[in-house]
Every structure is written in structure tokens, then in C-alpha cells.
């Protein structure tokens, strides 16, 4: 009988072979690609010496087509858990050494099980993905493996934040498990996601393209909107990770954690007076008010290159978590649109899942007119954003830089559609719409009957923004809380979301609403 010395020695030998993976060969090819090794990938993400790998033992059982000769341990994914800042953390991370990352039963089972620890322990999930899709020797059962996957994604879903990176090909229905996380980070050059591949789109619609034309880490962020992040490499991209992770809570029974900081709370912003043209007409960078109003002027936009025209982040006030929406008048003129109301619904729903507070910044001239967006469903999917701020219960701020127009203005978090506190600087106009347009209509028989059809016009105008369009209009009428100083902003909200703090929005009882689509 072996006796214990040597069976811990063999021991030792066996997870050290596992650790160092396949043949010294494939992670040549795996680095020539300009990728790090999934071990590598985890060191990174992870604190140093933090994490503890579950089944690294565990091989296939899968016969035929040769598979019952090739059985190497983890069979292609490491999972495990550390912690990030000291925060647990679960992770699985495909292995494009052994079968190409390919999902098998084996491959799937242990997926499945770390997703079930992240569930029961209320910790975040971060999958690493760089996988050829299901392993095709295996059949349906490798099929089976990924309606594990999504059913368990969609359990966690609003309970823990989930977080795919993507690090290397998704294809097929392994693309829709991220499509069902929260975030999803890409790197480009070497990350495509799409779901069915450049060979197949030139045989049904004879169009070529590269399958980074087609779903690389820039077309997902810029067009179609399914990635979050993009990265020129690797490090950075998890770099990122991390950062996002440290703002989050673990679960959404926590809040977000709250860091100390040099920051004063009372600090004044004068630099916005100059930031912000009280001329509507004229354009600025919200990101610029973004910064002077948050800790350190750091934060981390979400889908900063998809519907740029409104500008999601989060950040830190005073230490702690926010959500932040922005319309933006350098990306046409900040109008709502489809894209930025979807993007702006999915932001929401998501802070309010995991009690991060709101704080919206409304410059909006109103909904973007067209018959594209009116054939393209601008009504339904623009009451996403709607419904989204209409349900949700955390801490809601908004603040009135400049104009707000219209059905705009009420969408983004007016006080009539439930914002705890309502505010606005002295240069805001909120109205149905803008002065000039206003006149034309409400007076456009006293215009057209003047002898002089120009000076009639510019004085109504003035008629009009004189009775309807001052900044204190909806101050009198209680439609905001405060008019106050844009150099006080800070400090304002940093002391309206602590008073919102225990927040206790006494939801009525219902199983789930049912969200326009």
C-alpha cells in the first residue's frame, strides 16, 4: 500500500501537471495569438494567491469519434472562486488548449455547479469565454449543457452581478450566455461573438466579411450594442473588470461598497457655470460635468460607444455607488432616441436590481422625429426607459442642467414620474417644447396676419418664454424641489442621496410586470 507521504508526493505531481495544461506547444500557439492562457487570465483578475479551483480533476466520459483516447483533466474550463479587493468572487474560464474551449457534458456539469455556488453564496460570476461553441462529437448532450448555462443565467439574474469577458471566439448559442449577463467586456482583434459565422452568412446571403467585420469587440460596441466595454488587450480589459467589480455589491441583498476618499462632500463646482453654455443652441460635453461632480472626476461609462447621444456611468459620490444617466449635447444635440432609450431602460434596471442610486442629468430638446424611428417603434421602445424609471424604487436625483422639452423631460426622471428629489440650475427651460417652436404654433394666426410676420414672431417669442419659459416656472408649480446654484450641484446631491438612504419604496404585490419589447 502507497503510504501517505507518497500519495500527498503524487498528489502534488498531478496538480502541478494540471496546472501547467496540454503540451508546452498550444500555449505557444495560444501566446502567438496574442492571448494569455486561461491561468494566466484568472491571475489576473483574481488576488494574488486567492483563488481555489473546484474539479480540476474531473475528465469526460464521452466515447467515439476518438474521444475516449483524449481525456485531459478539467476537460477545458477552470472553475473556482478568489477574491477581487478582498471580495469573493466565482469565476469559470473556458481553455482553448484542450478542445478549443469546447463545451462538452463534462465541461458543462462544472459550469453549472460554480454558477449554483455563485447563486448560493450571493457572490458575483465572471465567466472568461474563449470557446469553438459545443464539442460536436458529443451531440445534444453538449447541447444540453448550454440550456443549463442560460436557465442559470436568467436565475441569477437581478440576484448577483454576472460579468462575461470575452477573450476568444463565441459562437452559436454559446453567444446567448452573455446576451443574458449584465456586462460584457470584449478585446479586440482576438474576440469575436456572432451566431452564425462569416462562412455561413456568404452561403445563405452570398455577403463576405471577416469575422471581426462581422463580430468583433468594435462592431458590438459601436453597432449592435451587445458589448459593454471594448479593450485593445487583454490586461486592461481585466484591469476593468476588477474596477467595475470593486463598485458593485456582491449580491442584491447588500448595497454597494463604500470607499473612503480625500473628496470633500461640500466641495464647490464653479468650473460647471463655464462647462455649461446657458445658450441652448450651443453644445458642450456632459462628460465634463460627469467629472467635475463625482469623487476624483473617475467613473466607468457603460456602452460609451453605442447611443452616444445619452451617457451611462457609474461612479462614486461621496464614497458611494451611482448610477449616472446624461443626456449629451455633443452626440445630436442629447435627443432621446431608440437606441439610447433601450440603453438608458437596461442601465436603470439594472442599478435598481442592485440598489445603486440614480442621478440623471437632463439636457434633452426632446424625442428624435423621423418615419425611421417612427416605423422602427420609437413608441414602445422608447417607454423602456420610461418603465424603467417609472419602476424603479432606489434613491432617484435629477437635475435640470439646460432645456428639457416635451415628453423627454418627463421620461428622464421628472419628479411626476417618481424622482425623490426634482432640481434644477437657474439656466433650465422646461416646457412642452422649445420657445421659437411653441410660438409658431400657439400664435401662428396673430403671426401670419401681422404686417410684419418677423417682429410679430420674435416677439411672441419672448411672450412666451417670458410667461411659460423661465427657470423658475416649474419651481412654483412644485414640479422641482430647488433651484439651486450649478456650483452647489455636488454638495446637493450628495446630501439628497444620503437622506435617501434607508429608502423604502413599499412595492405593491405582484409575481412581474410586463415591460413594452
Request: hydrophobic fraction near 40%; glycine fraction near 10%.
Amino acid at each position: 500500500m502507497e503510504s501517505p507521504h507518497n500519495a500527498v508526493e503524487h498528489l502534488r505531481e498531478l496538480k502541478e501537471q494540471v496546472a501547467q495544461g496540454p503540451d508546452p506547444a498550444a500555449t505557444e500557439r495560444q501566446h502567438a495569438k496574442g492571448k494569455l492562457t486561461v491561468r494566466e487570465r484568472i491571475g489576473l483578475l483574481l488576488d494574488k494567491g486567492s483563488f481555489r479551483e473546484v474539479e480540476a480533476l474531473r475528465r469526460h466520459r464521452a466515447t467515439g469519434f476518438g474521444l475516449e483516447a483524449k481525456k485531459p483533466y478539467t476537460d477545458g474550463v477552470i472553475t473556482g472562486w478568489g477574491t477581487v479587493e478582498g471580495r469573493t468572487v466565482f469565476v469559470y474560464a473556458h481553455d482553448f488548449r484542450i478542445f478549443g474551449g469546447a463545451l462538452g457534458e463534462a465541461h458543462a456539469t462544472k459550469i453549472h455547479k460554480i454558477m449554483d455556488m455563485a447563486i448560493a453564496a450571493g457572490a458575483p460570476l465572471v465567466s472568461l469565454n474563449d470557446g469553438a461553441g459545443a464539442r460536436i462529437q458529443e451531440g445534444v448532450a453538449a447541447l444540453a449543457g448550454y440550456g443549463g448555462i442560460f436557465q442559470r443565467n436568467t436565475k441569477a439574474s437581478g440576484v448577483i452581478p454576472q460579468i462575461s469577458v470575452m477573450l476568444g471566439p463565441c459562437a452559436g448559442g454559446a453567444a446567448y450566455s452573455p446576451a443574458l449577463t449584465d456586462f460584457v467586456f470584449m478585446v479586440r482583434e482576438t474576440s469575436q461573438m456572432f451566431i452564425t459565422g462569416p462562412d455561413v452568412v456568404k452561403a445563405v446571403t452570398a455577403e463576405e466579411i471577416t469575422q471581426n467585420g462581422l463580430g468583433g469587440a468594435d462592431v458590438h460596441a459601436e453597432t449592435s450594442g451587445v458589448c459593454h466595454f471594448a479593450y485593445d488587450d487583454e490586461e486592461t480589459c481585466l484591469a476593468e473588470v476588477r474596477y467595475l467589480l470593486s463598485l458593485l455589491p456582491s449580491n442584491n441583498r447588500e448595497l454597494p461598497p463604500h470607499a473612503t476618499g480625500e473628496d470633500p462632500a461640500d466641495r464647490q463646482c464653479p468650473a460647471l457655470l463655464e462647462v455649461v453654455p446657458a445658450d441652448g443652441n450651443r453644445s458642450y460635453n456632459i462628460r465634463e460635468v460627469i467629472e467635475e461632480v463625482v469623487d476624483d472626476g473617475e467613473y466607468l461609462e457603460v456602452h460609451a460607444a453605442w447611443a452616444p447621444n445619452l451617457v451611462c456611468a457609474l461612479a462614486r459620490l461621496d464614497g458611494r455607488t451611482v448610477g449616472i444617466l446624461a443626456n449629451q449635447p455633443a452626440a445630436m444635440a442629447g435627443v432621446l432616441d431608440i437606441r439610447a432609450s433601450e440603453k438608458g431602460a437596461r442601465f436603470v434596471q439594472f442599478c435598481d436590481a442592485f440598489n445603486i442610486p440614480l442621478v440623471t442629468l437632463v439636457d434633452v430638446p426632446g424625442f428624435l422625429p423621423g418615419v425611421d424611428q417612427e416605423h422602427e417603434g420609437i413608441i414602445r421602445r422608447g417607454a423602456k426607459l420610461l418603465y424603467a424609471y417609472c419602476n424603479a424604487t432606489v434613491p432617484r436625483v435629477s437635475v435640470v442642467l439646460r432645456k428639457a422639452y416635451g415628453g423627454a423631460y418627463i421620461v428622464m426622471d421628472s419628479r411626476s414620474i417618481g424622482a425623490d428629489v426634482a432640481l434644477a440650475w437657474p439656466t433650465n427651460e422646461i416646457a412642452v417644447m422649445g420657445a421659437e417652436g411653441a410660438a409658431n404654433v400657439v400664435f401662428r394666426r396673430e403671426i401670419n396676419a401681422a404686417a410684419d410676420p418677423e417682429a410679430m414672431r420674435a416677439h411672441k417669442i419672448e411672450e412666451y418664454r417670458r410667461e411659460l419659459v423661465h427657470p423658475y416656472y416649474a419651481a412654483e408649480r412644485g414640479l422641482v424641489d430647488d433651484v439651486i446654484d450649478p456650483a452647489d450641484t455636488r454638495a446637493v446631491l450628495i446630501s439628497a442621496l444620503a437622506m435617501l438612504e434607508a429608502k423604502d419604496a413599499g412595492l405593491t404585490r405582484r409575481k412581474h410586470g410586463n415591460p413594452p419589447q
